[in-house]
């Protein structure tokens, strides 16, 4: 399907590019929903990338915000019954994470003024270590948030303090814990199997 999409739009008219753009992933549903949304997603990052325009602050903080909202969804919360009641039918969780991807995608790159400020140095970093954050948040969260919370929950200590802490401390050590796991494991993974690669294409005889 990517394929017929990139073809269309090189080889045919480009009026006909778009309204195909976001007709093709629907048959994505023939297959599974997921299958159609991750379609969706493709469709309209091609769209943000050929067509996107900037907007006003104040509606790209809007959007911005609105995705942000979606992005918490949570099948307890009341502030989401709305969407549960009424969407249930088309699995809401992971169509509200969906859209609150396309809303955060577009209020941040579609806004000169959200884009500069959110180019800083410590996200950016952050950014670079969200995937070994990912990898290792939740064994940390268990091995270590935990009894810190149950040791100073032990101490009869205000429970607000207590998650204060807890959070303080659990956040700092992961970030320290996921720089040397990018550094010494992802990073390093990437660096040993570049290498096997480019071997391996020195050594391979041409047919």
């Known amino acids: 399907m990517l394929f017929a999409l990139f073809y269309v739009y090189h ?22 929903f997921y299958f159609m949304i991750g379609m969706f997603s493709f469709a309209f990052g091609t769209f943000l990338y050929l067509y996107g325009r900037k907007i006003p602050t104040f509606l790209a903080f809007l959007i911005l915000g609105l995705g942000l909202y979606l992005a918490g969804v949570n099948e307890t919360s009341m502030s989401y019954q709305f969407f549960y009641s009424h969407i249930h039918r088309f699995a809401p969780y992971d169509l509200l994470n ?12 579609m806004n000169t003024k959200i884009s500069k400020l959110l180019d800083n140095k410590v996200l950016v970093k952050l950014g670079e270590l969200s995937f070994s954050i990912y990898l290792i ?7 270590l948030a935990v009894p810190i919370f149950n040791a100073l929950n032990a101490l009869s200590l205000n429970l ?26 992802d990073k390093l993974a990437i660096s040993v199997a570049n290498k096997i690669e480019s071997k391996l294409s020195r050594n391979k005889k041409p047919s």
């Open 137 to 143: 948040h939740l064994s940390l969260l268990y091995v």
């Open 11 to 32: 080889k045919t008219n480009k009026k006909i590019f778009l309204p195909i753009l976001f007709l093709a992933p629907m048959l994505g549903y023939l297959y599974s």
């Open 160 to 185: 607000f303090f207590n998650i204060l802490i807890t959070s303080l401390i659990f956040i700092l050590i992961t970030i320290i814990c996921s720089n040397f796991y990018s550094k010494y494991v």
């Open 98 to 109: 969906f859209l609150s991807g396309l809303f955060i995608v577009t209020g941040v790159l």
